[in-house]
């Protein structure tokens, strides 16, 4: 099946700090989702996000289908940020995601 | 107005039970899942279903069983319940014309 890594696994940030997490996938897909899960475990959409680039506030993501791989940059980093991104990927009939290991988050005041 | 929801939120049990979570989402849907978080956080798909289609991972016990009474709603049935099944589950949803999933708020599993 195809494989999702993300890195870097944990990142630790100062507020106000700008990162860019990654995620590298094996194989054509027609599903990338980013979602970010809280500290009360709820998993929220980030980016519905197959191809192209997509920006919301803050976030933003960019996919390169063709060259398997997709960046979720976050700006300005407040605290309310910390958590886990999970990016997850689908390619299959039934569109069941493979998720990432997800990045860990820790943005401190 | 939510959007997909999961009953009950916490669910202790004994090693042997059987037990089910419940899942409806109000999105008008037509193809539901079920994935299964560990303790590390990884997550694994457990189920695709819609009302033409069921797809199983290969790697789900066949304890496990979903059953949906119409297209709003998705149960995961287990049987006897076993320690390594403990883990929050999650149920979403999507549209059959696009593929963007929304995920449940979770269950968490405990089995003593």
């Known amino acids: 099946g195809i494989q999702v890594e993300q890195s870097p696994p944990d990142l630790i940030l100062q507020e106000g700090a700008n990162s860019t997490l990654r995620c590298n996938f094996s194989?054509?897909?027609?599903?990338l989702q980013w979602f970010h899960q809280n500290p009360w475990g709820q998993l929220i959409n980030l980016f519905y996000?197959?191809?192209g680039t997509k920006q919301n506030g803050r976030l933003s993501a960019t996919t390169v289908a063709t060259e398997r791989y997709s960046l979720l940059y976050i700006s300005s980093s407040q605290t309310t940020d910390s958590g886990v991104y999970f990016c997850a990927v689908g390619s299959n009939a039934g569109n069941m995601l493979t998720f990432g290991g997800g990045t860990r988050l820790m943005v401190k005041p | 107005d939510t959007a997909v929801s999961q009953t009950p939120k916490y669910l202790v049990t004994q090693m042997g039970n059987d037990k089910s979570i419940k899942c409806e989402q109000n999105?008008?849907?037509?193809?539901m899942y079920w994935y299964k978080q560990d303790s590390k956080k990884f997550l694994k798909i457990m189920f695709s279903y819609n009302n033409k289609e069921l797809i199983i991972n290969e790697t789900v016990p066949n304890r496990f069983s979903p059953k949906s009474p119409d297209k709003a709603h998705l149960n995961l049935h287990i049987n006897s319940l076993e320690l390594g099944d403990s883990a929050v589950y999650f149920c979403?949803?999507?549209?059959?014309?696009?593929?963007?999933?929304?995920f449940g708020p979770g269950t968490r599993l405990t089995v003593l």
């Open positions: 999105l008008g849907h037509d193809t």
């Open positions: 996000i197959p191809s």
């Open positions: 194989d054509s897909v027609n599903n």
């Open positions: 979403a949803s999507s549209r059959a014309s696009d593929y963007e999933q929304f």
